[in-house]
């Protein structure tokens, strides 16, 4: 599936490796998914809460639907959230420039979860 179509059917994102500092980029893909009015949830292991949101330590935790998630995290920490995705039935991983490898890829794809190797901002904004 084209990430415009992603953007354009799921509206429950998952933003794992929150930072309140508006200079990273997992705190501006959070904003730019929020303000396109998509319902969106961080997980930060260091915050409980970040700009009066709610952060949570795992995909488990969220007591709401996720459709996608974008990882803005080291690979080897994206390794361990495919468990918890294939448990919950997500079935898309958008990885962001630099979070990802050929092993990681392969590690989703053969849970049966899409991935998607895109910056999110520069699709929603370009």
Request: with cysteine; net charge negative.
């Amino acid at each position: 599936m084209k990430e415009r179509d992603i953007l354009k059917i799921y509206n429950n994102y998952c933003i794992i490796g929150m930072s309140p500092d508006p200079e990273k980029y997992s705190y501006q893909i959070y904003q730019c998914l929020k303000n396109a009015g998509k319902h969106v949830y961080g997980i930060s292991p260091k915050y409980d809460t970040i700009d009066n949101d709610k952060m949570y330590t795992s995909l488990m935790d969220i007591e709401y639907p996720v459709d996608v998630v974008v990882f803005v995290v080291n690979k080897t920490i994206g390794m361990t959230y495919i468990r918890e995705m294939r448990e919950l039935g997500i079935k898309y991983a958008w990885m962001q420039p630099g979070t990802y490898d050929e092993d990681l890829l392969h590690a989703f794809h053969d849970q049966g979860i899409e991935t998607i190797e895109n910056c999110v901002l520069q699709v929603m904004n370009g």
